[in-house]
């Protein structure tokens, strides 16, 4: 069955979802987007208050997503690479606890880059 953004198969994360209830298993397709969505931007902003150039912000997040998408392949882990992550739709990911921790990989960091920059300017008590 094509899916529009993937096969979803047996074994495929949340494949019975998707055949007895599809409208779920797209809010939760769409939940895991927006997450990820949030948690580079949140690293965009954290980097964005250490350095003064506009376009390092903007091109932070993707050089992040391109370097751990190459070190996953690299090291023949593609079941912990974003796009594995962020799309749901591999067969070796077999758990939703995978994708959501590897949004956490990147919002910590951004949060604690915003606490600590906070922090320095005395916004944060």
């Known amino acids: 069955v094509e899916a ?8 495929h994360v949340f494949s ?3 055949y007895s209830h599809p409208f779920i298993y797209i809010l ?3 939940f895991n987007s927006f997450m990820y969505g ?29 370097f751990q998408n190459s070190l996953m ?11 594995a992550l962020i799309r749901m739709n591999r067969a070796y990911i ?6 959501l921790l590897g949004a956490l990989c990147i919002l910590v960091p951004g949060i604690l ?7 320095n300017d005395e916004t944060i008590g």
């Not at 529009?4 to 074994?11: A, D, L, M, N, R």
């Not at 090291?75 to 974003?82: D, I, V, Y």
């Not at 880059?113 to 922090?119: C, E, I, M, N, Q």
């Open 38 to 66: 949030a948690a580079f931007s949140v690293l965009a902003c954290a980097v964005g208050i250490f350095v003064s150039n506009a376009f390092i912000p903007l091109l932070f997040p993707f050089l992040v997503y391109l």
């Open 94 to 99: 077999s758990s939703y606890l995978f994708c």
């Open 16 to 18: 019975r979802l998707y």
């Open 73 to 83: 392949t690299a090291l023949q882990h593609p079941e912990f690479a974003f796009d």
């Open 113 to 119: 880059g915003l606490v600590y920059a906070g922090r």
């Open 28 to 30: 939760i397709y769409l």
């Open 4 to 11: 529009g953004f993937g096969v979803v198969v047996h074994g």
